[in-house]
């Protein structure tokens, strides 16, 4: 059995995400487990170069983890021939720039997304990948949550009939970072600095309505500040100039119906922090991150409007819940995995930066509805 070493360049691993889910549960998990394998039986190990604008937060990390190779020189990591991927988690106002070198320097690129702030700019770098004939692909590690596998499994086996609408409802109170920490970057709050619930969540949604549902064709969004000032991580106030809350009706191919509500600034009254309702002439789902609940048409109760006598129906006992049938890996890693068998043999990946491309053009086009308080349709790119 071959193993092989290839040289990957993560750019963004001192950010939450690209520390915790990428560098720790993905790279060193795959190389923990023997590296990723092939259809060829062999292997491919991952060798990590670290890269930051700060050398010290680099270094510690990987002076924690053993990794010999890290820098804060972008150009010198890409230079080495050795090294065949780029990978980027920065925040999102850096990423372009950083891409488009990589893409220069002939590096299969895998990005967090959105891989941009405007469509115009995701296009671009879609269409500079392909010029370059370099491999591409986006983050979209909701497709591989537990509740979300089970609930495409439904949805293949004809579970539903003909689904009618989704409800979704993603979020929970982010403190102001005040009198207690906030669990989000100041970033994520300024619009300035590529932050706000649409930019973030939008991208998200789409793929999920994209994969699962059927392709996006309008939306009406109303994207709103509850909380106007927040503090900093160096205890400073700052004003909130990005949206933290987002209410959005989305049209889908075939007449489905999807309402999904984001917020930051919402307190948790469900058993996980997402949850989406599909409804359908067969049966309904409620999937969450983990577990998914279904009832038939045949099991459905016959609920009788009357508000003069008290509910004695429990009707959360009347699901069932769908069984695991199978181990759930990281969907993070699965991902990896993935894209370094399209890398390296050419395995499909649909999740490429075309695909990104439409989920930034979502987001945009949903705040450009909140602003113009009107119904706008999706082109397709």
Request: proline fraction near 4%; charge should be negative; hydrophobic fraction near 40%.
């Amino acid at each position: 059995m071959s193993v092989r070493t290839i040289g990957v360049v993560m750019n963004g691993v001192t950010g939450r995400m690209g520390y915790r889910q990428h560098l720790v549960r993905s790279v060193l998990a795959i190389n923990e487990q023997g590296g990723v394998a092939l259809s060829d039986g062999g292997r491919v190990l991952l060798r990590p170069v670290l890269v930051g604008r700060s050398l010290d937060r680099v270094a510690r990390i990987a002076a924690a983890h053993d990794i010999p190779e890290f820098t804060d020189d972008l150009d010198a990591a890409l230079a080495s021939e050795d090294n065949l991927i780029y990978f980027d988690a920065q925040v999102t106002s850096a990423r372009v720039k950083s891409v488009l070198k990589a893409i220069e320097a002939g590096k299969h690129v895998y990005a967090e997304k959105p891989t941009a702030e405007t469509v115009q700019e995701a296009v671009a770098l879609a269409e500079a990948a392909t010029a370059r004939g370099v491999k591409n692909g986006v983050v979209q590690d909701k497709l591989f949550l537990p509740g979300l596998l089970k609930l495409k499994r439904l949805i293949d086996g004809g579970f539903f009939g003909r689904i009618l609408s989704v409800r979704g409802e993603f979020g929970y109170w982010v403190f102001e970072g005040d009198w207690q920490q906030a669990q989000r970057p100041s970033w994520n709050y300024r619009a300035e600095d590529g932050g706000g619930i649409v930019l973030d969540m939008f991208p998200h949604w789409h793929y999920v309505m994209e994969n699962l549902f059927g392709r996006v064709e309008s939306v009406y969004a109303k994207a709103v500040t509850h909380v106007p000032t927040r503090v900093d991580e160096q205890g400073r106030p700052y004003e909130a100039t990005a949206d933290d809350a987002a209410y959005a009706v989305f049209e889908l191919a075939g007449g489905i119906v999807a309402q999904i509500n984001s917020s930051w600034t919402v307190r948790v009254n469900r058993d996980e922090l997402v949850e989406f309702q599909v409804d359908g002439t067969e049966g309904s789902a409620v999937a969450g991150l983990r577990n998914c609940r279904i009832q038939h048409r045949a099991a459905t109760p016959k609920p009788v409007w009357n508000p003069d006598l008290p509910a004695t129906a429990r009707f959360r006992e009347g699901w069932q819940e769908v069984p695991d049938n199978e181990e759930f890996d990281n969907g993070f890693k699965i991902q990896w995995e993935r894209f370094v068998r399209h890398v390296i043999e050419d395995a499909p990946f649909p999740n490429d930066f075309a695909s990104g491309a439409r989920g930034v053009q979502l987001a945009e086009l949903g705040l450009r509805s909140s602003a113009e308080g009107r119904r706008i349709e999706v082109p397709q790119l």
